[in-house]
Structures are given as C-alpha cells and as structure tokens.
C-alpha cells in the first residue's frame, strides 16, 4: 500500500509547500491527505473535520484559478463547503486555527447538551444554559 504524500501524489512543481504548514504536519496539528486525484495537495486537522487545500504557487498554473489556499469541510453526507481562502499563509493558517477552536467549543457545547439531556430528559431545552 502507497503512504499517500503531497511529494509522491503531485509534480514536483507541487512541492512548494510552506514551511508553516510542513512544520504544523510535523507537530501532528496537520496531516497530510493528499490524493493524486484531487486539484492540489490537502492536509486535513488531527480531527479531519477540516481541510487545508494548497494549491499551485504561480496563479496561472492553478486548475481552479482561485486563490492559493483554502479551507473546506465535509457534512455527513460527504459534500464539501468551502469556509475561506487566501493568498496568504499567514492569513489562512490564522483562520485555520479560529475554525479549529470554533469547532472545538461546539463539540464540547453538544457534549454539554447531551448532558442537559440525560439530567432534565424532555425538558432539557428549556433548561439547557449551554
């Protein structure tokens, strides 16, 4: 089985990852799920509810001439919804990091709720203060 990688999925032209986002691969806050079937490399975050898309550095080679990176999630059924993009890794990885605590404080809100839900049964959401 082939360990799927930006470096053996994509031309080398693909290979100009920044290093802020290699570095984030190396912390494990970023994993790489690139596919050679896909547009560009992607590296989703460690709980895969995001993805992190880099395109091509030269606007001109890009296939969806957007912009050069962007950020996507899937629902339940699989459908992707694009939530930001940005020419600037500064900027997107900034962006990243408020969706990812965003998305955090979700989990741990429903969390809370199913506890509202297990204390006060049918009455939970009118009581809930979460």
Not at 32 to 48: I, L, Q, Y
């Amino acid at each position: 089985m082939i360990d799927r990688k930006y470096y053996n999925q994509f031309p080398k032209d693909f290979h100009d990852i920044p290093k802020e986002i290699l570095d984030r691969v190396r912390d494990n806050d970023l994993t790489d799920s690139s596919w050679g079937n896909d547009v560009c490399p992607s590296f989703k975050t460690p709980d895969e509810y995001l993805t992190l898309w880099v395109d091509h550095a030269i606007a001109e080679r890009r296939e969806l001439h957007g912009k050069r990176f962007a950020i996507s999630r899937e629902d339940q059924d699989g459908n992707g919804e694009q939530l930001a993009d940005s020419d600037s890794v500064e900027e997107i990885l900034s962006i990243l990091d408020e969706l990812e605590e965003a998305h955090e404080q979700e989990e741990i809100d429903r969390e809370a709720c199913a506890d509202c839900q297990r204390i006060y049964g049918p009455q939970a959401r009118w009581r809930c203060k979460h």
